[in-house]
T-cell receptor
């Protein structure tokens, strides 16, 4: 158990809908990272937040957004969902902002029908 | 173009049969190279970070090395519990972070 929690574990929704994925980092970690893992594209970095501020952006679509709250939990919002958004979404956390050791959560499996 | 390539895609070993996994990369300004292990349906688990060419790190049966163009993950006398997908990731300038597609390792008893 990495200490990072993600909810929900599974999510099934329809095209065009909007969903919110939630992540709670390990106690004491200030950075949260979001990743998408699909069969065809592998594991891709989406976005990083550090102590409430956006720190780095990867291949995140405009339909996706994220934020980190004062209690350091983070939410990833996915809107206008398409079939191709079906994937495993992982959250990871680390102590600082410098991409040191990241601890990954168990993931949220999203299925868009 | 920044790229991370792992080989082989899959590797089957007998228990005790040592081997190496390769991660070659092209990235602007390497700031770190990371190795992770991922079991099916789970999040990646951190193994090593390497920062500069010539650096080596070891943990139990695993040893990671880094050159200017590639990294190797050496597995010595593997056991069935070492079966997993091993992922390499690189961090470049401007916080560009890329994972390779992984090597799926299967160790038979």
């Amino acid at each position: 158990d990495s200490g990072v929690t993600q909810t929900p574990k599974h999510l099934i929704t329809a095209t065009g809908q909007r969903v919110t994925l939630r992540c709670s980092p390990r106690s004491g970690d200030l950075s949260v990272y979001w990743y998408q893992q699909s069969l065809d594209q592998g594991l891709q970095f989406l976005i990083q937040y550090y102590n409430g501020e956006e720190r780095a952006k990867g291949n995140i679509l405009e339909r996706f957004s994220a934020q980190q709250f004062p209690d350091l939990h983070s939410e990833l919002n996915l809107s206008s969902l398409e079939l191709g958004d079906s994937a495993l979404y992982f959250c990871a956390s680390s102590v600082g902002s410098g991409w040191e050791t990241q601890y990954f959560g168990p993931g949220t499996r999203l299925l868009v029908l | 173009e920044d790229q991370v390539t792992q080989s082989p895609e899959a590797l089957r070993l007998q228990e005790g049969e040592s081997s190496s996994l390769n991660c070659s990369y092209t990235v602007s300004g390497l700031r770190g190279l990371f190795w992770y292990r991922q079991d099916p349906g789970k999040g990646p688990e951190f193994l090593f970070t390497l920062y500069s060419a010539g650096e080596e790190k070891e943990k139990e049966r695993l040893k990671a090395t880094l050159t200017k163009k590639e990294s190797f993950l050496h597995i010595t006398a593997p056991k069935p519990e070492d079966s997993a997908t091993y992922l390499c990731a690189v961090l470049g300038n401007f916080n560009k972070f890329y994972f390779g597609s992984g090597t799926k390792l299967n160790v038979k008893p």
